[in-house]
């Protein structure tokens, strides 16, 4: 019998992808002021910098694409994308978005506001940015485990439901207009959700009336995930398990560009009318009619028949066990990579590779420019340049300083994924050179996408302060 698990699809286009040379990358690497956001694309090899919007669409997709109906009201490609939706995840409202952040930030609009505190088990960077500029407080809750990065747990994504309750208590169910959970749970590497948390999650908040909300871009990975790691589910179709896990969701934010297989898109779902009408009123203003939301009809095809495809299980087979193989090569050579790995990328843990540069020099922003001299490949920090943030005048650190290679779905094969554990092996092996850096440019929110850095000279930056 083969054991060997194969892209379960062939391939009919194909795009170049650039070589240069160390010097040009030197170049191109400080004109980007050292923040690979800031890089042109053309200039980067393997692009892991995220898995977002970046998915090959399907010959299947394309074809529905031309069969869009671009009917400025009542579009037939909408009440297509509506029915997915809805049969997926049971909500009674859906409204599509230009992206998740969209969704949040009409979400967030409406139910958020100052004196609100909008528990998760971890907010993702923009979540957080759109609750804080409503005015409320993001707190994020999640299982002590998932801050042990060397540490194997089935579902380090989980919510910590006594820390949850605390602060339930605390805060007072009148401040908490919903709970928030992000399946997978992205900053802490990509890991599940359990069911059981699901449910737990669920009835702690029935019991204080709160209403629950999936942040569902990668449902399918963690309904994989539930299929072969939760008793009980292995037998189960992971429709049949995404399908449980947003029934017990009141709402859900949904950014398209992950799991629905999409170059752009998102929507927002939810029972509650009263809410959806607002949502709607605040769509019409930003986003557009409620059968289009920001997107073209041809976009509303290529997500139905996405939210299709994810869901078959050769596909999430061949996807998990692609980023795992990734993950397995570098922990094998020795490299510091948080295990298990997640489903959508893999994590390498900074501070274990480069305990010597403190977080206010950014080891892991150091560890993403020196894979890109290396070899061209693009990654992105997850630390204190994305989380972390001065207060007061004083610095505070991320709870994870991670390098994300984050890996976009059906569009690199296993020789790319080997050449870039080559490279990173090489940076790995001389990591005693590697330098911190410092923020020289910042704007007030989310700064790692335009911030501008500067290497630090090495012999400072290995004092410890
Ligand atoms: C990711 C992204 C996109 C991104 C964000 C920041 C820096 C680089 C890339 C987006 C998410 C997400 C979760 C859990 C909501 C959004 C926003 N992730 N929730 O991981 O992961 O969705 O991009 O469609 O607006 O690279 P949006």
Partial sequence: MTTTIIEP??????????????????????????NLFLLKADDVLIDLLTDSGTAAMSSRQWAAMMDGDESYAGSRSFYK??????????????????????????????????GKVIPSNTHFDTTRANVEFSGAT?????????????????????MDLDKLEDLIKRTGVANIPLCILTVT??????QPVSMKNIRATRALLNKYGIPLFLDACRFAENAFFIKLREPGYEDKTVRDIAREMFSYADGCTMSAKKDALVNIGGFLALNDEAVAEKARSLLIMTEGFPTYGGLAGRDLEAIAQGLIEVLDEDYLKYRIRSVEYFGDKLEKAGVPVLVPTGGHA????????????????YPGQAIAV?????????????????????????FEEASLELVRLAIPRRVYTQSHIDFAAEAIIQVFKRRSKIPGYRITYE???????????????KE???VRL
């Avoid at 809805?86 to 409406?110: W, Y």
């Avoid at 020196?370 to 004083?394: C, H, N, Q, T």
């Fill in 460 to 462: 400072a930056a290995t």
């Fill in 443 to 457: 704007p007030p929110y989310l700064r790692h996408f335009t911030a501008h850095f500067e290497p630090l000279v």
């Fill in 346 to 361: 893999v994590f390498l843990d900074a501070k274990r590779f480069l305990p010597d540069i403190p977080p206010h020099q």
């Fill in 185 to 190: 749970n992205n900053s802490v590497g990509g």
């Fill in 370 to 394: 020196e894979m890109y001299l290396e070899a061209g490949i693009r990654s992105v920090e997850i630390g204190s340049v994305m989380f972390g943030r001065e207060k007061d005048g004083k």
């Fill in 138 to 158: 993001a707190v994020d809750l999640p299982v002590d485990s998932a801050l042990k990065t060397d540490t194997r747990s089935d579902f380090k994504g989980n």
């Fill in 81 to 114: 994308f509506e029915k997915v939706v809805k049969d997926l995840t049971g909500l009674s409202t859906v409204i599509p978005t230009h992206q998740g952040r969209a969704a949040e930030k009409i979400l967030f609009t409406v139910l958020g506001g100052p």
């Fill in 9 to 34: 699809f062939k391939i009919k286009s194909v795009e170049p992808i650039n070589f240069t040379t160390r010097g040009y990358r030197e170049k191109a690497i400080k004109e980007a002021f050292y």
